[in-house]
């Protein structure tokens, strides 16, 4: 099983930014799709932001413009870079990794992902 730990998250106001960072590894980064997600208390977790083993990226459109997926193929870690941050975007932050190289249509369903990492949270105060 692979290993994903998240870390970055905290407590941030209203249009600020944080950066989570998921520590992977060479089975993963530049291997597989990897991508964020985040789950609301009481909620199925929502795809945010994926990247495939090429550095090809798919947002959904909650996040498209504010959020930046990235990975870092030396140091086998993926980001997420909040922008203008939220009080609604309060929520456990995952990091997964896929099955595959590139990232099927599919990608924001949670059944699609293999591995998790345990998750890191964002609170953003108004």
């Known amino acids: 099983q692979v290993q994903l730990v998240e870390s970055g998250g905290g407590s941030v106001q209203s249009g600020g930014s944080l950066r989570l960072s998921c520590a992977a590894s060479?089975?993963?980064?530049?291997?597989?799709?990897m991508a964020w997600f985040r789950q609301f208390p009481g909620q199925e977790r929502e795809g945010l932001a994926a990247?495939?083993?090429?550095?090809?990226?798919y947002y959904s459109d909650s996040v498209k413009g504010r959020f930046t997926i990235s990975q870092d193929h030396a140091n086998y870690t993926l980001y997420l870079y909040m922008d203008n941050l939220k009080p609604e975007d309060t929520a456990m932050y995952y990091c997964?990794?896929?099955?595959?190289?590139?990232?099927?249509?599919?990608?924001?369903?949670?059944?699609?992902?293999?591995?998790w990492g345990r998750g890191t949270q964002v609170t953003v105060s108004s």
């Open positions: 997964a990794a896929g099955g595959f190289n590139y990232c099927p249509e599919s990608w924001p369903l949670k059944t699609e992902w293999v591995d």
């Open positions: 990247v495939a083993a090429d550095d090809s990226t």
């Open positions: 060479e089975y993963t980064i530049g291997k597989f799709c």
